[in-house]
């Protein structure tokens, strides 16, 4: 059983992926994909969900063998890694989201004993990975009008994506951060790109673990080995950069002016 909770978050496209193999590199920690958006827990809490009502889901899930929870659909084509150490019975528990955002301020006020770490992203860069992405941006949709609400690809409860919400749901981080020092952890993805090591040991440490060989393996191989899938964790640190050379220049100056003077524009440096 489980010891540790933490509970990655982040927009789509920001990097949660990959930070969550990051964590599953260490053989004492347990990922579990976004368990409300699972076959087996579909929308199985909401809002008016109670502490124990949260704690039981997550005790469910700890158990819980999946092809969705544990990845296994990516697995299988090599797109996220098989790491042959790990304890049997893991004392972390490490849940990896990008939706449902609107539950994180009741969640954490119910369960103060999980940790939470949330990874943001330039705004143009999680923009152009998501309008680019033929497996999450709809075909015969136009950018120019969706890149902003996102409401082309919001087709249930707890989906967040366009500019609109990438915006709001980055200062709730910040707010969250401030209110709960101890338990609330932000990352940026350029960060963690360019000193993948030393951001992990922080990290790690923040949460109890060590930085065993494992994980060091993996980071190496995330960044040196490059697979061209929008779903692979396996990038060369230069793909991150792209948007710089592919996004439309119009959306990339909107997105410049309206973070200009706020407390968001340490994301888009």
Known sequence: MFQDIVWITGMPRSGTNWLSQI??????????????????????????????????????????????????YLRRDGYVPTFEQRNETPSVLVIKSTRFHNLTR????????????AIVRNPCASIYSWLSNPLEFPAGT?????????????????????????KAVSSMFLE?????????RIISYKS???????????????????FPDQ?????RASQEKHVNHHRAVFKAPS???????????????????????????????
């Open 23 to 72: 964590f599953a590199s260490h053989p004492k920690v347990r990922l579990k994909l976004c368990p409300l958006y699972s076959y087996e827990f579909k929308n199985a809490l909401d809002e008016n969900s109670s502490a124990k009502e949260w704690r039981e889901l997550l005790k469910q899930v700890y158990y819980k063998k999946s092809d969705y929870l544990d990845q296994e």
């Open 106 to 117: 009741g969640l954490m006020e119910k369960c103060p004993e999980i940790k939470w770490v």
């Open 142 to 166: 136009d950018p120019r009008t969706e890149w902003r609400t996102g409401k082309c690809r919001k087709n249930g409860p707890g989906e967040f994506w366009g500019f609109e919400d990438w």
């Open 176 to 184: 969250l951060e401030r209110a709960y020092p101890t338990r609330f």
């Open 192 to 210: 963690l790109v360019h000193s993948a090591r030393k951001h992990t040991r922080l990290l790690f440490s923040w949460v109890g673990l060590n």
């Open 215 to 219: 994980t060091a393996a993996f980071l």
């Open 239 to 269: 793909s991150s950069e792209r948007w710089r050379r592919k996004l439309d220049p119009e959306i990339r100056r909107t997105i410049g002016a309206e973070l200009e003077g706020s407390l968001l524009t340490r994301f888009s440096e």
